[in-house]
């Protein structure tokens, strides 16, 4: 579809921002790629491990979920350190996102900020000097846009994350000053 190039491009531009920003600092922030539906996500994902399998060797690349992980309602958890990794060790690795890109859905990233649930609050850890890219962010309703507002400006002040959005219809969420335009219509 027409809309993956523009994940690739995110993708990219986050990989520069974080070997830019992140590295005088000695750290590979975690790159979460957040998505309204399903659907886009088993597409965005099969593309991003295309990419990531033709960087990395395949003896490195047996055990993937290093490097990306795939996490919504639907997902198998099949996280694999090694060829015995215990399914309770998968769920746990799979819960926590402990993988370099997550690709998720919204409500998995929201119920990662506010939720009573231990296995949704386990991740906030990696919401912390992370790059978040946002793609489609005009499907959050409007009742919720106060909210993502506030959020991700304490989340960027406070804990040094960077959000990027990625679509073409600029929803009220926030406001001209509160962000920068990476790339401009002609």
């Known amino acids: 579809t027409c809309a993956l190039p523009i994940s690739l491009v995110g993708l990219n531009f986050a990989n520069k921002l974080s070997s830019r920003v992140f590295k005088k600092f000695g750290y590979n922030p975690k790159l979460i790629f957040a998505l309204p539906f399903t659907s886009i996500i088993e597409q965005n994902y099969n593309v991003f491990k295309k990419v990531l399998e ?6 490195d690349f047996n055990f993937a979920n290093k490097y990306l992980l795939k996490h919504h309602y639907l997902s198998e958890i099949n996280y694999k350190l090694n060829e015995d990794t215990p399914i309770e060790d998968s769920l746990f690795y799979v819960e926590n996102w402990d993988s370099k890109i997550v690709v998720t859905t919204f409500i998995q990233l929201f119920s990662s900020m506010i939720n009573n649930k231990n296995k949704n609050l386990k ?7 992370s790059i978040i890219i946002l793609d489609e962010i005009q499907e959050i309703p409007p009742k919720y846009h106060n909210f993502v507002n506030s959020f ?7 804990f040094n ?7 073409a219809t600029k929803p009220s969420i926030f406001d001209e000053n509160d962000m920068q335009e990476i790339l401009k219509k002609e």
Request: hydrophobic content about 35%; overall charge positive.
């Open 54 to 59: 033709s960087k990395y060797s395949q003896e």
């Open 123 to 129: 991740r906030f850890h990696n919401l912390v000097n």
């Open 152 to 158: 991700f400006k304490a989340l960027s002040h406070y």
């Open 161 to 167: 994350t960077y959000i990027i959005f990625s679509t």
